[in-house]
Structure formats: structure tokens, C-alpha cells
């Protein structure tokens, strides 16, 4: 089972991706994500890789189909990407992301709490 990066652009028209398949896993990091954010959104997606292989492989299935899920699953992705982005104010942009990009029917300021907690 393996991990690789590459700079193609995701399907789903995001910055980055996580593809799975059996066990192996690419990140995919899009032209419009900024150089800068780069190392973030690694960090993020190696955290959904993380979880998929402690779902043992049921990530996909969980995120897609479990709101519930897929919420616990971006905030902890969120959480280690703020860490990585060493910055006091990324925590409104992935609250605003996490709000809006997710179909998870939050706030933003709802979503702001969860990453805080």
C-alpha cells in the first residue's frame, strides 16, 4: 500500500483530492492551488489517507454516504492543516470552507466552534 503526490488536476474540480484504490492512494493537487498552500493540502489529504486506512478502506463508503462522518473526518483534516499553515486567521477560511464545500448544513460559525474544540 502506497502514497504518491501528484500535481494534475483533481475531478472534482477541489485544490487537492485523495484517490483511493485497493489500498493505494494519490493526491492530486490542482493548478489553482496556490504554491504556497501546497505542503497544507498534503497534510490535509495524507489526514483523510490516515483515515482511510484506519477504516480499513470503508473511508470512501463512510464519507460519501455518513454526513455525520464526513463532517468528523474534514475537521480533523482541517485541524492538522491549520497546524501546518501556521497561521491565526487560516481558521476562517477552512471554517468558511468547511460551512460551504461540504453539504454538511452548518454555519460557518457553527463550523468555526467545531475546528476550536
Same mark, same amino acid.
Request: net charge positive; proline share 3%; charged share 30%.
Given at each position: 500500500?502506497? &502514497?504518491?503526490?501528484?500535481?494534475? !488536476?483533481?475531478?472534482?474540480?477541489?485544490?487537492? !483530492?485523495?484517490?483511493?484504490?485497493?489500498?493505494?492512494? !494519490?493526491?492530486?493537487?490542482?493548478?489553482? /492551488?496556490?504554491?504556497?498552500?501546497?505542503?497544507?493540502?498534503?497534510?490535509?489529504?495524507?489526514?483523510?489517507?490516515?483515515? =482511510? %486506512?484506519?477504516?480499513?478502506?470503508?473511508?470512501?463508503? &463512510? =464519507? %460519501?454516504?455518513?454526513?455525520?462522518?464526513?463532517?468528523?473526518?474534514?475537521?480533523?483534516? *482541517?485541524?492538522?492543516?491549520?497546524? /501546518? /499553515?501556521?497561521?491565526?486567521?487560516?481558521? *476562517?477560511?477552512?471554517?468558511?470552507? &468547511?460551512?460551504?464545500? *461540504?453539504?454538511?448544513?452548518?454555519?460557518?460559525? !457553527? /463550523?468555526?466552534?467545531? &475546528?476550536?474544540?
Amino acid at each position: 500500500m502506497g &502514497l504518491k503526490v501528484k500535481f494534475k !488536476e483533481p475531478k472534482m474540480g477541489r485544490a487537492a !483530492e485523495l484517490i483511493t484504490f485497493l489500498g493505494f492512494g !494519490e493526491i492530486r493537487i490542482g493548478k489553482r /492551488a496556490p504554491k504556497a498552500r501546497h505542503h497544507q493540502l498534503i497534510v490535509h489529504e495524507k489526514r483523510h489517507w490516515q483515515q =482511510y %486506512k484506519r477504516t480499513y478502506w470503508f473511508h470512501p463508503l &463512510l =464519507y %460519501k454516504f455518513s454526513k455525520k462522518y464526513r463532517q468528523a473526518a474534514e475537521v480533523e483534516a *482541517y485541524k492538522a492543516e491549520m497546524l /501546518a /499553515a501556521d497561521s491565526e486567521m487560516f481558521i *476562517y477560511d477552512a471554517a468558511r470552507w &468547511l460551512a460551504r464545500d *461540504y453539504n454538511l448544513g452548518i454555519t460557518q460559525a !457553527e /463550523a468555526k466552534v467545531l &475546528l476550536e474544540s
